[in-house]
């Protein structure tokens, strides 16, 4: 249990996450987004579980939509930002990557070049791509069906995630730390200053170091700049630090992150 | 084989769309973007199969980046856009939705008020969610081995396609569009014109009454304004009209949407 003194009061804020209580999943990406500018958000079901009826209530498979003129989110994360929407009225968002795209190009987090918003954007769609395939080791065959039933599958398709495709991305981001090394000396992605796609791909690693704690101790001698430098240099960032020490930062469990020892290298 | 002299000339153009040969695969939604605003490019591995080789190497797995400044892609597509990029070098950017982010932005594509890019771009990766969906169907345990070789879970992924998140994500297509019905009468999604996110729900739409159509034929009764409105409408668009007539527009095949009759509606 965290203490309530630890909770920001995010009363006076613009920002409301709309998210599943208790968990870090995909409103995490969010989360730091918002912890690396320092900009206050109340993320309401997590401030009081009783607003998780209204999170529950904007994505519901009913709505058609808000009285603010706002379209319905097909599942949470989503968005509430105050006055931004149609004749000052507040905005809805929603799609993970939407989210993360409006708050980097509002909060400053996108590089000093226009051009660097599409490299920052196309990295962060990547390593969301690389959690989604994280989650589906676990839920390969239907997403609301229990693991124990897809378990055989899942085996299966961990084995090939852990062999082929975590290589893959690993090999990607630590080339594209290389392509930029000269501005970001492997600590950041884009440019010489953090953006949404450093704290979106930290927070993809952090959550293979929880699913794969073995496969992550062996596949990190692989890929220096990634592992050497840009994870624990984003780590010791006093933003991060900060956040750590909150109170605020969930522990990972049954989300799109679980450690399964089955699925892990042998 | 289609004819050369129906092949845009595409010499004197600001876009090289780099992509596979011969496969709409998601390649087609961005040359659908292009289609919509009229705009010229060229569509380098389809007008000269030569020009392959240079697909692969951009998005080679051992690329650190181009001479430009560009960071590597992850996969094809990507696009080039003539000085855009560092210094007035060209510009290489890549993922999927992030290139219709661009060019939705640049061709005028995002409907008319500043926050309906998000809605817009919310709607895009959520249709572009279900055509990774659909791929999954038939590859639910490794994407770099064939369809034979994953059949038995390929089986039961699709049927839970087909009876839990086809009609999801139907549903909340649908309960957009009547969100916007005032504007978009049921042919827009966003605002009361053409989008990027209208032309990536149309081809995926599209490529799904390709690959269930058994499943599509009977699902399309129960969403009304998305099937017998929206597809409809978009299909009878002049712009689409004449691409579909021209020639430049291919076949499907083994690519993201297949036809397997097995993982259809029986």
Redesign the interface.
């Known amino acids: 249990m965290s203490t309530m003194q630890d909770k920001r009061q995010a009363l006076d804020t613009d920002y409301e996450l709309l998210y599943h209580p208790d968990i870090p999943g995909r409103g995490e990406f969010i989360r730091l987004v918002f912890e690396a500018a320092g900009v206050r958000y109340a993320d309401i079901a997590n401030e009081d579980q009783a607003n998780y009826e209204l999170v529950q209530q904007t994505c519901s ?5 808000d009285a603010d003129g ?5 599942a949470p994360p989503a968005l509430k930002i105050r006055g ?3 004749d000052g009225k507040d ?1 809805v ?3 993970t ?2 989210i993360l ?2 708050l980097g190009s509002k909060l400053g987090l996108i590089g000093s ?1 226009d ?1 660097h918003l ?2 920052a ?3 962060t ?2 390593a969301l ?1 690389l959690a989604n395939e994280t989650h ?1 080791t676990h839920h ?6 229990y693991y124990e039933e897809q378990k055989d ?1 899942a085996l ?2 961990s084995a ?1 995630f852990r062999e ?2 975590m290589p ?2 690993f ?2 981001f630590e ?2 730390l ?3 090394e000269s501005e970001g000396r492997g600590k950041y992605l884009v440019s010489s200053k953090l953006t949404y796609a450093d704290t979106t791909l930290w927070q993809v690693l952090d959550g293979l170091f929880y699913a794969y704690p073995k496969e992550m101790a062996s596949r990190s001698k692989e890929f220096p700049l990634l592992f050497d430098t840009f994870y624990p240099a984003i780590k010791a960032e006093t933003w991060l630090q900060d956040y750590m020490n909150s109170g605020r930062r969930l522990q990972y469990s049954d989300g799109l992150f679980r450690r399964y020892p089955e699925l892990d290298r042998q």
């Not at 498979?61 to 939509?65: D, F, L, R, Y």
């Not at 390969?140 to 069906?145: G, L, N, Q, T, Y």
């Open positions: 498979p009913e709505s058609t939509g706002n379209p319905p989110p097909f931004a929407g149609r905005l968002i929603s799609q990557p939407n795209l409006y070049a051009h599409y490299y954007n196309q990295l769609l990547t791509d589906d390969p065959i239907a997403v609301m069906k599958a299966i398709r090939d082929t495709r893959k991305f090999s990607y080339r594209n290389k392509s930029n």
